[in-house]
Nanobody, 127 residues
């Protein structure tokens, strides 16, 4: 089992920045993909970003490209989501997730591709 714990959420003004962290424990992350998803009230969960723990590769949803960055720290077993120039529409509960194994490219944005989930951290952006 992989245990995931998010941190770094908060309430900010539009244009501000936040850095979310997803700390993993339990089974190794090698060979897995680590994703960030978000869910706003009344809306479906949506893909934000994903990074391959092994072998490189990272992807972002179009609406956050140029503002968000996903990265990892192998030594700390942690994945980060750096969020800059935040907008009110970024308001949501952000959760990180881990797959059982490497996910095919076409399925990286599907929440069903991920087995382990953290409890989430709230990000609220005011205009």
């Amino acid at each position: 089992q992989v245990l995931l714990e998010e941190s770094g959420g908060g309430s900010v003004q539009a244009g501000d920045s936040l850095r979310l962290a997803c700390a993993a424990s339990g089974r190794p992350l090698a060979g897995r993909d680590i994703g960030w998803f978000r869910q706003a009230p009344g809306k479906e969960r949506e893909f934000v970003a994903v990074i391959r723990w092994s072998g490189g590769g990272a992807w972002l949803r179009d609406s956050v490209k140029g503002r968000f960055t996903i990265s990892k720290d192998n030594a700390r077993n942690t994945v980060y989501l750096e969020m800059n120039n935040l907008r009110p529409e970024d308001t949501a509960a952000y959760s990180c997730s881990a797959s059982q194994r490497r996910v095919i490219l076409s399925a990286l944005r599907d929440p069903a591709s991920y087995t382990y989930w953290g409890h989430g951290t709230q990000v609220t952006v005011s205009s």
